[in-house]
């Protein structure tokens, strides 16, 4: 069979030779994909209501052709993504799927295994053994961490405050639940710009979003540590119970760098358990210039960084580490009888680790990944990303209607469209002005959007709305980002016509 014609019998499966063959077309659908990304939209947009029409329909009762689904699938689901893995894809945070890494995810998909117990997926669970000491290393966190790979940054951060609520003393929620806390609330800490995974943490552990303290961040987006102990010794003095501390290294809306150090010297005049979200920044201190300015994480009790934000893994696939030996999974860790194994020294079961039970083999891409590209590589194509982010900030700092109202060393630009004739409005009717800046950048993030040149998103900074642009994918190049350039201040001159 050599033109994706499938022909199921009643009972099993394709056969290998069927498998290949349909496996080949895919792969060339993904090779004219990616030869033609520039050529196709970033996003095209279409009403929900004429998607979902596009897509509606039964399930079919007898088998269709390969070609027939494939050839839909071509015509009706990509051109109706957002190409996250497009190079002038610059909203939220950038990310890539890079080649070694799709491949690896194919071949994990196709063994299927769990890696719940070592038993049940022993390669599996020695690489992810592996993997886990490398990322470690390659983040300035101690590589002998507890650690285990997740699915995200959000779970990894309640994880890891699970663990921080089951160290504070006189608790025990892990058997009595929150009903056993008894008086005086448990509080978490973080600043007025870490992630909202923080709030939903605490619904989750029955925290409570009242309880989640947000500090004051200074002039340049990072947690103020002088306001952080403040807080704490004021909740001490009213009877209630700090828990834990999350800082940031990598903020979402500007990527601020928190400043750990200082941070984790609070913590410890207060025996507060310290947890870092450096999902996004952890891994940018491979770029040597960058080296000394992404804080020391290794002070963290926990910290979560995301493979698949920065180091061109496909989705899904997250580190959270742990300091402190045993804490992880003296937390989760419930083993029912059916899941028990003989001891095997150096064996772990990373399912001890996290509520996840059914775990995919994660660990195999970024294997290949490391492996393809070196740590040098890596290093390089990072700093290619710092480097691109610091031509746009030129341009826009170069044009007198553009501003970069908020700076990061990271590869994430914050620009606001400000034309001359509003400059007056800000002395005279500041509010007004905010007011008119917001609505104009808005109609240019949409007319962008809309466009399908490029795709972005935007934040709310103390002074007003912002455009923000994440360089990151592993094929953005210098002709891409002026090609974003040309497409913002087009959108702009549109944007700025009289009503």
């Known amino acids: 069979m050599t033109d994706g014609e499938t022909t199921p019998s009643p009972v099993g499966d394709w056969s290998p030779e069927q498998f290949e063959a349909c ?174 995974s923080v709030d939903k943490a605490a619904i989750a552990l029955g925290v409570g979003t009242r309880n989640v303290v947000r500090i004051a961040s200074d002039d340049m987006y990072r947690m103020r540590p002088d306001l952080l102990a403040e807080a704490v010794r004021a909740d001490l003095h009213a009877g209630l119970r700090p828990m834990a501390v999350v800082a940031t290294v990598g903020t979402t809306t500007t990527g601020a760098l928190d400043p750990v150090p200082e941070i984790a010297a609070v913590c410890r005049a207060h025996d507060l358990w310290l947890h870092v979200d450096a999902a996004y920044g952890g891994y940018w201190r491979l770029v040597p210039e960058l080296a000394d300015v992404v804080p020391d994480m290794s002070l963290a009790d926990s910290l979560v960084i995301n493979p698949h934000k920065v180091l061109y893994a496909p989705m899904e696939v997250t580190a959270l580490y742990c300091r402190r030996p045993d804490a992880l999974a003296g937390t989760f860790r419930l083993v029912p009888e059916y899941l028990r194994t003989q001891p095997d020294s150096g064996a772990t079961d990373y399912m001890d680790r996290s509520l996840q039970l059914g775990r995919s083999f994660r660990a195999l891409k970024v294997w290949w990944i490391i492996r393809s590209y070196g740590v040098d590589g890596l290093r390089e194509r990072l700093a290619h990303s710092v480097r691109l982010a610091r031509l746009l900030r030129s341009w826009a700092e170069e044009d007198p209607d553009w501003t970069c109202p908020a700076e990061s060393p990271l590869p994430l630009v914050c620009l606001r469209y400000e034309p001359r004739w509003l400059h007056p409005y800000r002395a005279t009717e500041p509010d007004g002005y905010r007011k008119r800046a917001a609505e104009l950048n808005e109609r240019i993030l949409t007319i962008v959007n809309q466009s399908g040149d490029v795709f972005l998103s935007h934040g709310e900074l103390r002074d007003g709305y912002a455009i923000r642009v994440s360089i990151g994918n592993i094929r953005t190049m210098t002709e891409d980002v002026d090609k974003l350039w040309r497409v913002l201040r087009k959108a702009a001159a549109q944007a700025d016509q009289p009503d």
């Open 23 to 196: 496996g080949h077309e895919v792969l060339h659908l993904l090779r004219e994909h990616f030869e033609g990304v520039r050529d196709i939209p970033v996003s095209r947009p279409l009403p929900a209501r004429e998607l979902l029409g596009l897509l509606a329909g039964g399930p079919p009762d007898r088998s269709e052709r390969f070609a027939q689904i494939l050839a839909d699938t071509r015509r009706l689901v990509m051109p109706n993504l957002t190409h996250w893995n497009h190079p002038s894809f610059h909203g939220y945070f950038s990310n890539s799927a890079s080649f070694p890494g799709v491949l690896a995810e194919l071949l994990s998909s196709a063994l299927n295994v769990n890696a719940m117990v070592w038993a049940s997926g022993p390669a599996a669970s020695a690489l992810e053994t592996v993997v886990l000491g490398w990322l470690a290393e390659l983040a300035g966190y101690p590589a002998d961490a507890d650690g285990v790979l997740i699915n995200g940054a959000s779970l990894g951060t309640m994880y890891a405050l699970a663990a921080a609520r089951e160290a504070v003393p006189g608790l025990n929620v892990r058997e009595e639940g929150m009903c056993g806390v008894g008086r005086g609330a448990l509080r978490i800490y973080a600043s007025d710009q870490a992630h909202s």
